[in-house]
């Protein structure tokens, strides 16, 4: 009964765990998104401004780029948390107690 009370609050703590990495992945994507449009408004921008004053044109391209690296740089970030496995460590002593009872046979 201790084992599986055990397992009970691992499995417990671990959906926690779960619950603020998915809003941890919200969050994420939401900067990420954001980052995505500043990019292609300020894109969109430099293509309307590309008559007169060069150095505009060259201020919005500057700006776009930064823009563009930083969506590019969240979504680095949010491929690898979603790669993460979830309840690994529930898993990992399942596997365990598993093993244990069948060396008790």
Request: cysteine-free; aromatic content about 14%.
């Amino acid at each position: 009964m201790g084992a599986l009370r055990n397992r009970t609050e691992l499995l417990s703590v671990e959906w926690q765990e779960e619950r603020a990495r998915l809003m941890e992945l919200l969050v994420w994507s939401v900067v990420w998104l954001f980052f995505g449009f500043m990019g292609m408004a300020l894109v969109t921008a430099t293509v309307i401004f590309l008559f007169p004053e060069d150095k505009r044109l060259w201020a919005a391209g500057a700006f776009a780029a930064l823009y563009i690296l930083g969506a590019i740089a969240v979504w680095t970030v949010l491929k690898k948390r979603m790669q993460e496995r979830a309840f690994t460590e529930s898993l990992d002593q399942m596997r365990k107690d598993a093993a244990w009872l069948e060396s008790l046979k």
